[in-house]
Nanobody, 120 residues
């Protein structure tokens, strides 16, 4: 079993910054892609940013230039630095990891979600 524990959400004013963290623990052989998704009220969950074990990143157009995803492979942790936050960034942010649990088995795991609210 693998657990993803997120931290760092909260309330911030427009233009402010937050940093989210997500640590994976449990039966981990290796982790391929890690990333962040978000879901606003009444909307579907959408990709925010992903990063491979080699450091290749991918961002939603709406966050390019404002958000930065990074990871510490030794700690099985992924981060999301969010700058210049907008009210439309308000959502529950979910961590995701594509985990190789054995040499021949991959599973995808989700964190419990952390609320980010951007409001004046």
């Amino acid at each position: 079993q693998v657990q993803l524990v997120e931290s760092g959400g909260g309330l911030v004013q427009p233009g402010g910054s937050l940093r989210l963290s997500c640590a994976a623990s449990g039966s981990i052989f290796s982790i391929r892609t890690m990333g962040w998704y978000r879901q606003a009220p009444g909307k579907e969950r959408e990709l925010v940013a992903t990063i491979t074990s080699g450091g290749t990143t991918n961002y939603a157009d709406s966050v390019k230039g404002r958000f930065t995803v990074s990871r510490d492979n030794a700690k099985n942790t992924v981060y999301l630095q969010m700058n210049s936050l907008k009210t439309e960034d308000t959502a529950v942010y979910y961590c995701n990891a594509d985990v190789r649990v054995t040499a021949n088995l991959n599973n995808r795991y989700w964190g419990q979600g952390t609320q980010v609210t951007v409001s004046s």
